[in-house]
């Protein structure tokens, strides 16, 4: 079974531009999870969609965003991109929304300049 | 805000040898989770505990969840080069609109 794949892999940006990020979760699996990971913060929670659905939300700005498609394929959007951007940016997938497993994708890397 | 607190922050130990990474915090978790990360790859989920108390054992790794449910614990016995990696606990709260919130991590190199 294929793993969840996320797209690019990596992405240099300017500030002031927006950016899309890509996850494919694994087959089957309904819920995906948005990460961003810094040196600084470690690992910290964006939000996470089930069936199209926001189900929960991690205490980001309204800049970071995101969707998920009927075929469980989601999206994350940041607008107005600023240099504290600049991330490791991870989607997990799940079965479903109150499953404890989850995985994780390789990321995107995202510079902003 | 929830906040888990990982002791040590960095772990540089021999082959062989034994270690105990802490997971601790002031708040309820209904699970906790521990995942290893190597450089340029998503974590990777190891274990999940859920009852207070617990303990799970997957090879050389042992996993604690404490009785109260705030803390954990992950004792790796006669580390290998291979356990390198960045470890991470994640706690799922109890109440509000975090799905995890994740440790601070431990950064481990165990030296050949």
């Known amino acids: 079974k294929a793993g969840v794949t996320q797209t690019p892999r990596y992405l240099i940006k300017t500030r002031g531009q927006q950016v899309t990020l890509s996850c494919s979760p694994i087959s089957g699996h309904r819920s995906v999870s948005w990460y961003q990971q810094t040196p600084g913060q470690g690992l910290q929670f964006l939000f996470e969609y089930f069936s199209e659905t926001q189900r929960n939300k991690g205490n980001f700005p309204g800049r970071f965003s995101g969707r998920q498609f009927s075929n469980s394929r989601s999206e994350m959007n940041v607008s107005t991109l600023e240099l504290g951007d600049s991330a490791l940016y991870l989607c997990?997938?799940?079965?479903?929304?109150?499953?404890?497993?989850?995985?994780f994708g390789p990321g995107t890397r995202l510079t902003v300049t | 805000t929830q906040l888990l607190e990982q002791s040590p922050q960095f772990l540089s130990i021999q082959e062989g040898e034994n270690l105990t990474v802490y997971c601790n915090s002031s708040?309820?978790?209904?699970?906790l989770q521990w995942y290893r990360q190597e450089p340029g790859e998503g974590p990777v989920l190891l274990v999940t505990v859920v009852t207070g108390g617990e303990v799970k054992k997957l090879k050389r790794l042992t996993f604690q969840f404490g009785d109260a449910r705030k803390d954990s614990s992950l004792h790796i016995t006669a580390a290998q080069p291979g356990d390198t990696g960045l470890y991470l606990c994640?706690?799922?709260?109890?109440?509000?609109?975090?799905?995890?919130?994740f440790g601070t991590g431990t950064r481990l190199k165990v030296l050949a």
């Open positions: 997990a997938s799940s079965l479903v929304s109150s499953s404890y497993e989850q995985y």
């Open positions: 994640a706690g799922a709260p109890t109440s509000g609109t975090y799905k995890y919130i």
């Open positions: 708040s309820v978790f209904s699970s």
